[in-house]
Every structure is written in C-alpha cells, then in structure tokens.
C-alpha cells in the first residue's frame, strides 16, 4: 500500500469516527487496523457496525459472534418477506446517496462471526467516498435496528 492510500484510507476512517460520534446512535466508536467499529446501542448481544477497506473496496456492515443474534435478524427479514438490499437502498437514497447501488452479503466469517456487509458503491477514490461511507454506515443502523433482537429496549 502507497502512503498516499494509506493516508486516504485512514483519513476515510477519521472522517467516519466522527460523523459516528457525532449521530449518537452508537455505543462505543473506535478505529483500529481493520476499520472503524460502531458498537449496536441496546442490542440483545454484542454486536458491531462498521467500515472497513479491503484491496481498495469499502465495507459496510454489521458483525456478531452471536448466532442467534444473526438468526433473529434472518427471521424477522423472511417472515416479513423484505429484502435487506431494498431497505438499505431506500436508507441510503433517503440519506443523501440518491446513485446508490447495494447489495449484500450474509456469512460466517472463519473466525465464525456473522456478517451483515455491503460493498460501497462509490470507489475509494472517490472524494464523497468518507461521506457515502458515513451514509451507508448510518443507513445499516436504521435497518437492522429494527430487525431481530437488535434492539432490545423495543417492545413487542
């Protein structure tokens, strides 16, 4: 890696840190070699949003060691027949990104984690890459807050 990309990449992640700050849906916000990672405020088991680059592409997405974490989420997605593509597209468009293009991936990880990602459409070089990062970032929240046990202050 150049020191100009790694630079824009942690120049990304700072600007993600703070816009994370700053929307106060999160718990704890850090950055560390592998991203920037968001805990879920008030989910039933420890869980993590975030924004990582992987050779050149930015990720977004959620990831839990908790199996029945990511099982309520997957139910709650089935019984109500959406597709998480199409909720985060409607979330991202609304929040500013209207050129989004989203799709998903849903696995567990070697390290058997389960992981929620999206890759951001919008390359790494680009100058909105921080803020659409920041966008899908928040975009994830909004989404999967509501599905499965994500948040357990929620009533029935």
Not at 64 to 69: K, S
Not at 75 to 83: F, I, W
Not at 121 to 130: H, L, N, V, Y
């Amino acid at each position: 890696m150049t020191t100009g990309s790694f630079e824009a990449k942690q120049m990304l992640y700072k600007t993600v840190e703070q816009g994370a700050i700053q929307a106060g849906v999160f718990g704890e916000v850090r950055i560390d070699d592998h991203g920037v990672w968001c805990q879920a405020k008030d989910a039933a088991e420890p869980a993590w949003y975030f924004v990582s680059i992987d050779d050149g592409d930015v990720w977004i997405g959620l990831e839990t060691e908790d199996r029945w974490l990511s099982g309520s989420i997957e139910a709650d997605l089935v019984n109500a027949g959406d597709k998480l593509d199409e909720l985060i597209e409607e979330e991202v468009i609304d929040l500013g990104h209207v050129d989004a293009k989203v799709s998903f991936e849903h696995f567990r990880s070697p390290e058997k984690k389960y992981i929620f990602r999206s890759k951001l459409s919008t390359p790494m070089g680009d100058p909105k890459a921080a803020e659409h990062a920041l966008i899908w970032l928040l975009g994830y929240e909004l989404v999967l807050r509501e599905l499965g046990d994500m948040d357990q202050t929620q009533e029935d």
